[in-house]
C-alpha cells in the first residue's frame, strides 16, 4: 500500500510518500520537508500566525512536490494521512483540510494520525522493530516516556510538568543570545565548555515515577548567568556544559524510573527507543546507548531527519493504522491537545495488533 503524509503541526510543512509492503517493512518513496525556521527565527520561537500563514502559502507545492518526487499521481494512492494533532491548530487545519480535499476529491480514505503516534512508530518503518518498546519521545513540545504495546496502543509513563526538554534548550540559547532552534548551538558550545565550573539542580531526581521537570534548572542557569554578567564567551560556554550535563543526568535518572515501570509491567521492553529533535544531541545519545546496554537491550535511534518533523512519518502511521483497517470519517476534527493514551484503537483493531508483530 501507498500513503500520502502530510505534517504541519509545528513549524515544518512536509509531505511524504510511503510504501509498505506485505510483510509490514515501510519504504521512503519521498519526503520533502520545508523549514520556516527563518521565519520566526527572529522571534526567538514559533509564531503561530506565522506558522499558519506559512503553511497555507506553501502546502499545495510541497505535495506536488513528493508526488513528482515518487513519480506517483493521485490515483495511486491508498489513503491520505495528514497530522490532526497535537500542534499549533492554524497549522493543524491547513494540513487536515488539504488531506481532506485530497481524500474527497480522489475518494481515498483518510486517516487522522495523531503526531505524537508517528514519532512513536516511527521505528517500525526505519527498524521493523515489534512490539512491545519503550519510547523516550523528546522534542520542543514534548518530553515523554511511553509504552509502545501496539498500533492504537500507547501507555504513557512519564512526562514532564513545565517545559519540553527541547523548549529548555531554546530558552537557554535565548538566555545566553545563541540563535535559534537553541539545541544544537548549546551542543555546539556546550564541546567548548567546562560542565563543572556551575553546579546546576537535577530537578526529580530519584523519584519513583518518570516525570521530568525543566523549569527551575532553567531558573537556576538564568541566576548563574546573571550573578556572573557580563558573559565572556568562555562563560557562556561553560553554561551551556553546565546545562546539558544537567540535561542528560535528569535523562538518565528518569528514563531508569521508566524503564523500571515499563518491566514491572510487560517484561523486557525489545527496545529503547529515541524520537523527537532533542535525540540528535550527542551527549543525550550516548547516555541512551549507556542505558540501553545496561538494561540489555538495544537503542533505536532513527537518523536525525526522521527524528525531526517530518511527512514521512505521518504516512507511516498512516500505513500502519491502514493496515488494521483504522480510517477516519471526513469530518474529524482537528486537535490542539490530544495526549497520545486517548489514541484508542478500535477494539477488533486491538486485537489485530497483538497478532500483527
Ligand atoms: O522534533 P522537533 O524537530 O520539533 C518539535 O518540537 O516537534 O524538535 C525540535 C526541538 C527544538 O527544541 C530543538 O532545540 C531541539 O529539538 N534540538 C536539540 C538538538 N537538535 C534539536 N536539542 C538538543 N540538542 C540538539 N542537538
Ligand atoms: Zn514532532
Redesign the pocket.
Known sequence: MIVLGIETT?D?TAAALVERSEDGRGKILSNVVLSQVNEHAAFGGVVPEIAARAHVEALDLIIARAMKDARLSFDALDAVAAAAGPGLIGGVIVGLTTAKAIALVKDKPLIAVNHLEAHALTARLTDATPFPYCLFLA????TQVLAVRGVGDYVRLGTTHDD????A??KTAKLLGLGY????Q??REAAMGDATRFVLPRPMHGRKDADFSLSGLKTALRLEAERIAPLSDQDVADLCAAFQQAVVDVVLDRLRAGLRMFRERWGAPTALVAA???A???A?RKTLHRLAFEIGTVLIAPPPEL???NGAIIAWAGCERLALGMTDPLEVAPRARWPLDEVAAAEGARQRTAAYK
Open positions: 509545528c515544518e522534542s520542543g513540545g514534548h519540553a526538554i527541547g523548549e534548550f531554546d532552534p537553541g539545541g544544537p548549546v551542543e523527537g529533535g532533542v540528535a544531541n550527542q543525550i527524528c525531526t518533523d
